[in-house]
Antibody
């Protein structure tokens, strides 16, 4: 069955970096766009970034532009989120989610990971 | 960016009674391919979000038929015909038509 497993979360100081990973199984990873979505404690969902199936098209929300980079390794069925210059407001549970199609448009499919918590604090 | 609004933000419900959530977008969600990429998600306490509908009204596998999605353009609705206890949670609409994709603020459904 489809599985998405995030890892890499933890406690990090402001200004430092962290890389999240999302290991995928159960579908042809290289055929689908992938997303990162985050949820601050007690808050709603915020879409963070998307990458097309071939990795050539990437978009992210303005609040992380220049700091976060989404990438993927189709040979390893793994999605990444490199987070630099972290701020307290980046504290959240980060979910990876399967895209609806190969392209970035279309939204998020039914499959999400369980999330990994990132806490930015001194 | 497309701004998504939902109403109400809190919805007390009675078991067995209907419930309805409105979602509005600041711009039309009709994409150039003719599709409207409006999704509905349910998030039960302590769980990851679960998609209920895509392209406005296409129900995901396993979603009970007491749930329905409708709407067009900028105006969308999620309806529950008869609320059950397992429907408690927060419901989000999300647009996938124009990046930066955006979620609504969520509607908390409580018995």
């Amino acid at each position: 069955q489809v599985q998405l497993v995030e890892s890499g979360g933890g406690v990090v100081q402001p200004g430092k970096s962290l890389r999240l990973s999302c290991a995928v199984s159960g579908f042809i990873f290289s055929n689908y766009a992938m997303h990162w979505v985050r949820q601050a404690p007690g808050k709603g969902l915020e879409w963070v970034a998307v990458i097309s199936s071939d990795g050539n098209n990437k978009y992210n929300v303005d609040s992380v532009k220049g700091r976060f980079t989404i990438s993927r390794d189709n040979s390893k069925n793994t999605l990444y989120l490199q987070m630099n210059s972290l701020r307290a407001e980046d504290t959240a549970v980060y979910y990876c989610a399967k895209g609806q199609s190969s392209g970035v448009i279309g939204g998020i499919d039914a499959y999400w990971g369980q999330g990994t918590l990132v806490t930015v604090s001194s | 960016d497309v701004v998504m609004t939902q109403s109400p933000l809190s919805l007390p419900v009675t078991l067995g009674q209907p419930a309805s959530i409105s979602c509005r977008s600041s711009q039309s969600l009709v994409y150039s391919d003719g599709n409207t990429y409006l999704n509905w998600f349910q998030q039960r306490p302590g769980q990851s979000p679960r998609r209920l509908f895509y392209k406005v009204s296409k129900r995901d596998l396993g979603v009970p038929d007491r749930f329905s999605g409708s709407g067009s353009g900028t105006d969308f609705t999620l309806k529950i015909s008869r609320v059950e206890a397992e429907d408690v949670g927060v419901y989000y609409c999300m647009q996938g038509t124009q990046w930066s994709f955006t979620f609504g603020p969520g509607t908390r459904v409580d018995i």
